[in-house]
């Protein structure tokens, strides 16, 4: 007789492996310490603060198994399209002279940031140049609500990252390029997205701001006293931050 259960048993012992792997990587990362470049423009500010210092997360919001996997995928979609870019023509530097990522660094490298490229040529509609390229690799439902919204509604925190990316780049004067690949269907959704001064202040102030906090010992509000909000719901630090006093 066949015996089914040892076909259904395989997979789950084959990824179980794989898991075991990408959650050892994963502890052997060196922790962050900095607030991101890429994350300023999130509303919660205290969510910041647990992020700079790396507060422990609540026990079901870590990185594990097939959400490693998931994660992973955005690197492969930045990379696919880089190479996509590069047979149409594009020229697009990734690396700068030392053959690192450009990165910015301010405050003693208390906050820092890394941009996914620099369009500086190729076919004119992929111009002006030069300018900031941003992408990412989202799922349908999400890739729908960006294309439908555009960035700005879609994600304050992308919208944010470009915003202070143009800017300490240098690359204000023409409209960022940020892409989106949806992962379902592998179509790709492309914004220009011009720079806004004001904003790009208002996001360097509040960077001091939480900074300032953080050396300070001083614990920023949280976006909302409801824990069951949706913007705290999907925070790693919720259930530790709603169990905290309320300062």
């Given at each position: 007789m066949i015996d089914l259960s040892s076909k259904k048993m395989?997979?789950?012992k084959l990824n179980?492996?794989?898991?075991?792997?990408?959650e050892r990587e994963r502890d052997q990362q060196p922790k962050r310490e900095y607030l991101g470049g890429s994350e300023i423009g999130h509303e919660c500010e205290r969510q910041l603060q647990f992020s700079f210092f790396n507060v422990e997360r609540d026990v079901d919001k870590y990185l594990v198994g097939r959400k490693l996997r998931i994660f992973e995928r955005g690197?492969?979609?930045?990379?696919?399209?880089?190479?996509?870019?590069?047979?149409?023509?594009?020229?697009?530097l990734t690396e700068d002279k030392d053959g690192e990522q450009f990165g910015f660094s301010e405050a003693g490298g208390l906050f820092k940031g890394h941009c996914d490229g620099i369009i500086v040529g190729g076919p004119s509609v992929f111009g002006p140049f030069p300018r900031l390229w941003e992408n990412k690799g989202l799922k349908a439902a999400k890739w729908r609500s960006f294309e439908k919204h555009g960035l700005r509604h879609f994600s304050g925190t992308y919208w944010g990252q470009v915003q202070v990316y143009q800017d300490r780049f240098d690359l204000r004067d023409n409209p960022a390029l940020f892409s989106a690949v949806n992962m379902d269907t592998m179509?790709?959704?492309w914004e220009a997205v011009p720079f806004n001064p004001m904003a790009c202040e208002a996001l360097s102030?509040?960077?001091?701001?939480?900074?300032?906090?953080?050396?300070?010992?001083?614990?920023?509000?949280?976006?909302?006293?409801?824990?069951?909000?949706y913007q705290c719901k999907f925070c790693d630090w919720c259930e530790h931050c709603h169990q905290m006093e309320i300062k």
């Open positions: 395989l997979s789950p179980a492996v794989l898991d075991a792997a990408l690197h492969w979609a930045e990379a696919a399209m880089i190479r996509w870019m590069r047979l149409s023509g594009v020229e697009i179509e790709i959704h102030v509040k960077a001091a701001r939480i900074l300032r906090s953080c050396l300070a010992g001083e614990l920023l509000p949280r976006i909302s006293q409801d824990p069951t909000f």
